[in-house]
């Protein structure tokens, strides 16, 4: 008790404490500090501890006064002082190296002394805080415990209606798998049309943009051509009338020219030609387009399907993505319910080698506690075999009193046979005494009668 790891708290401190936390009712309006205080009343001491083991393990003051041993026990009331303060050593002994109380003994509970009380009660209300404290720990612990345990809970049953809804989207009854195979089949038939008379349409518009093109070139060429022609004609009039030249030229360059409105009108013959194949495109290309709209109407209905299915898609998307993230809650929850597993277990562990190093101790003291109970059940056969002894002698005492009881009634019997018989005897001699004395006078009477004569 020198080197006590708890602090050793002061006589007001420990009244109020126990007062309040273990004792309740009259016991605690009657629990003063005159019973520690200056002489420490041992009743007192010997109901807080019972209140205190009644308070942590359940034990009610009433089991205390049970005696254990066999149900026939003789002379029960040696037992009923012995029993309460022995079983409250037993569990104190128990209990205080918890506290940090190695040395309690019988004499404390007995005749306490009052430092000695005063630390032992300190340690136990130390241990008593600690247990308070730690089970406030335990209870946040378990509401935080039960508050993730119905959110996974929830998180399951959500993920299951999650899973009930992908599968009812994702599965086509039987009455509808053949009409889905049907449109599934029409689909990809209007798809590999769609596509084809995409890529028809692409190179139409193609062939439509080349044409643009070369009409639009062509008539660049024209333009120019007549830009030209007009230049000349401009020039061809300014130099008749500034020059006057040979007629032989003259025709030379009206040939050249002829050649050259020749070579024009042949070009712009080939541009008209040009122009009509391009007009008969062009009239091809708006029948295209009206296929091409009648081609587009179905897409769009196609399209409206498919935004459906893509809504679809998209919802059983959104559910796979709550799927998900609701898994990764429960990995998380999992992962913090592991945690805590693990803590709890290393809780389990230390609090497993701390019961086994009560358990050495407790078995050591549960060996020395079956050596005393054996001895005392050595000594209580051997009272056994004595009671039984002496109920032989008292059964043996009780038929030497019952023959000496009939002995008895035969003797009076024959004492008073006896008595009748001397009774008898007497009056038969008294009459026999008074026949002789009657006989004596009567000879007496004679004899003077002849001593007369005589």
Not at 73 to 94: A, D, H, I, K, N
Not at 160 to 169: F, T
Not at 261 to 270: A, D, F, G, Q, R
Request: hydrophobic residues 35%.
């Amino acid at each position: 008790m020198s080197e006590n790891t708890f602090p050793v708290y002061k006589v007001d401190v420990i009244v109020q404490f126990y007062r309040t936390e273990v004792l309740t009712g009259q016991e605690a309006k009657h629990f003063t500090k005159n019973d520690i205080i200056p002489n420490t009343k041992a009743e007192s001491i010997q109901r807080l501890y019972m209140r205190v083991l009644q308070l942590l393990f359940r034990f009610r003051p009433e089991c205390h006064y049970t005696v254990p041993l066999c149900e026939n026990v003789q002379f029960p009331m040696l037992y009923e002082w012995v029993s309460p303060v022995m079983s409250v050593y037993m569990r104190m002994c128990q209990f205080l190296p918890l506290c940090q109380v190695y040395d309690f003994s019988l004499n404390d509970l007995l005749n306490p002394k009052l430092k000695r009380t005063i630390t032992i009660l300190s340690a136990i209300q130390n241990f008593l805080h600690f247990r308070k404290q730690r089970l406030e720990m335990m209870a946040v612990h378990q509401q935080s415990f039960r508050s993730d345990m119905d959110r996974l809970q929830a998180y399951t049953r959500e993920i299951k209606e999650a899973e009930k809804k992908i599968e009812k989207l994702t599965t086509i009854p039987p009455e509808q798998q053949a009409e889905a195979r049907e449109l599934a089949s029409a689909l990809a038939e209007l798809t590999t049309n769609t596509q084809r008379e995409y890529q028809d349409v692409t190179a139409m518009n193609e062939m439509v943009a080349q044409c643009k093109t070369e009409i639009a070139e062509i008539s660049q060429k024209l333009t120019q051509r007549k830009v030209d022609v007009a230049t000349l004609k401009d020039e061809i009039s300014k130099l008749k009338s500034q020059i006057v030249e040979s007629p032989e030229e003259l025709k030379n360059e009206m040939e050249r020219m002829k050649e050259n409105v020749k070579s024009i009108k042949m070009s712009k013959e080939l541009a008209d030609e040009r122009l009509v194949e391009l007009q008969m495109l062009v009239q091809c290309a708006g029948q295209v387009e009206a296929e091409l709209q009648v081609l587009l109407k179905q897409l769009q209905d196609l399209q409206i399907s498919m935004c459906k299915t893509n809504q679809q898609k998209e919802e059983v998307q959104r559910l796979a993505a709550m799927n998900e993230a609701l898994q990764k809650d429960l990995k998380s929850l999992s992962s913090e319910e592991a945690q805590m597993k693990r803590g709890f277990a290393m809780k389990l562990d230390k609090q497993s080698k701390n019961q086994i190093r009560r358990q050495k101790k407790k078995e050591v003291k549960d060996q020395q506690v079956k050596n005393i109970y054996g001895q005392y059940d050595k000594i209580h056969q051997k009272r056994e075999e004595f009671v039984k002894k002496m109920e032989e002698s008292n059964r043996e005492t009780k038929r030497f009193k019952e023959k000496m009881q009939e002995l008895r009634a035969k003797c009076n019997q024959h004492t008073q046979k006896a008595q009748e018989i001397y009774e008898r005897l007497l009056t038969t001699l008294e009459q026999y005494n008074k026949r002789i004395e009657s006989i004596v006078v009567e000879t007496n009477a004679d004899t003077l009668k002849m001593k007369a004569h005589f």
